[in-house]
């Protein structure tokens, strides 16, 4: 029986004599307070506006308040609502338990402050039951998205989403938001490869999905900020940073059976090859990375040439344009692969403007030198170049592969 028509027949039948088609997860970890009420308004709506069987799990991680007593009120005396505990934390720990235990063929989860609308639900797991995409995900950077919250959340998340495009080319707009649905018979094939067990789950398992040639479907939401939000932004970046080197890694070495996963979804032809570009991530980065080394030594040894009858600031403007003009048109053949005139001048001009956000992080940087010590020597003046640089490289190659080759790479 296909997953179309296992929903048709739910639909068409009581409730208590199907089972789940949806099972929405709650993760949560000493939320004794907020678990009540949120329950209680998500299995309201689910009564009253979904039009399948559904399920709500709870999934307790490691409580240490009364919150698994609470959940477990709230499963005795409403339909439909149960309870996992588990003996560790993490959010990416407790789908992969819920989820893989689940007999439910549309699986969802939500963070438990229901700061998405929940209007949103029926829009995100529909498409799933109809078979016409594989993942759903909510997007609070779409367009037709409403959010409420603060600027600097807002920075962190589109920072967070393009460093994701620019180091592992993902095309899904918002890879954390608590709102996401997958199909069972998807969730079984990736969830075994998900290293994750923690905020980095999300991201993971999408990027797997991507390269996997599935169908990711995005619901622009309307989105409050919930401002008691307990994440640890700073732990949450560095694990979502090395979570990133260590997927971007895997998939340079494949060390992830993508092909195998492709064919088995029967999306091994979906792969499509940009002529006259380098194929894959990973070769783009090692060309860009060399084209990168060879104009920083070309670059300090023109500053250090020019410093003999300039001050510091001018030999390192004349260093860094001279460089920059040459690094596009090197990155522009060598690493994405365009070839003629075409657009050239065009590229050129973008690339000045990425010139000029790396002219400011580098003359930033000896300004800031400069007034910390009257009389740097020239070799911490290079020092704090060297670093400038580096920062301005990383910047570099989002640019280019974002902005000004976008479309010749994706």
């Known amino acids: 029986m296909t997953l179309t028509t296992y929903a048709a027949d739910a639909l068409s039948s009581p409730q208590p004599a199907r089972a789940a088609v949806l099972d929405v997860v709650v993760p949560v970890h000493n939320e004794e307070v907020d678990l009540g009420p949120c329950v209680r308004r998500l299995h309201e709506h689910l009564s009253t506006s979904f039009p399948y069987p559904f399920r709500v799990t709870i999934a307790d991680n490691a409580s240490t308040d009364a919150t698994l007593a609470v959940a477990h009120d ?5 339909d439909g609502v149960r309870v996992t505990h588990l003996a560790a934390k993490g959010r990416g720990l407790a789908l992969r338990e819920v ?4 007999d439910a063929p549309v699986l969802a989860y939500m963070d438990v402050d229901l700061s998405t609308d929940l209007a949103a639900l029926l829009p995100l797991v529909a498409p799933l039951i109809s078979g016409h995409s594989d993942v759903a995900i909510g997007t ?3 367009r037709g998205a409403r959010v409420v919250r603060g600027l600097k959340r807002e920075a962190i998340s589109r920072g967070y989403n393009l460093l994701l495009r620019g180091t592992l080319a993902v095309r899904f707009s918002d890879a954390q938001c608590g ?3 997958i199909r069972k018979d998807v969730a079984e094939r990736l969830l075994p490869l998900v290293q994750d067990s923690g905020w980095f789950f999300d991201t993971e398992l999408l990027v797997l999905a991507q390269r996997s040639g599935l169908r990711i479907h995005e619901v622009p939401v309307d989105w409050v900020d919930d401002p008691d939000s307990r994440v640890d932004i700073l732990s949450t970046a560095i694990a979502d940073l090395r979570g990133i080197v260590r997927v971007g890694r895997a998939l340079a070495t494949s060390a992830l059976p993508i092909a195998e996963l492709r064919r088995e979804f029967g999306r091994a032809s979906t792969a499509v090859a940009v002529p006259g570009v380098p194929r894959g991530l990973p070769r783009q980065m090692l060309r ?3 084209i990168g080394v060879v104009s920083t030594l070309a670059y300090l040894g023109l500053f250090s040439l020019l410093r003999h009858g300039m001050d510091a600031q001018a030999a390192n403007l004349v260093a860094l344009l001279a460089t920059a003009i040459a690094n596009t048109a090197a990155n522009r053949r060598l690493t994405f692969g365009i070839t003629g005139r075409r657009d050239a001048a065009k590229h050129q001009l973008q690339g000045l403007f990425v010139f000029a956000l790396g002219l400011g992080l580098t003359s930033g940087s000896l300004a800031a030198l400069h007034a910390a ?4 020597p020239r070799s911490a003046e290079l020092a704090v170049l060297v670093a400038a640089n580096l920062a301005a490289t990383v910047l570099r190659f989002v640019l280019l592969r974002l902005w000004l080759f976008h479309r010749r790479t994706t």
Do not use: H, M
């Open 74 to 78: 709230l499963a005795e005396k409403l």
């Open 179 to 181: 709102f996401k649905a």
């Open 288 to 290: 860009f990375a060399a």
């Open 140 to 142: 609070r950077l779409a």
């Open 373 to 376: 010590t009257a009389s740097p």
């Open 99 to 102: 989820w893989g235990a689940s």
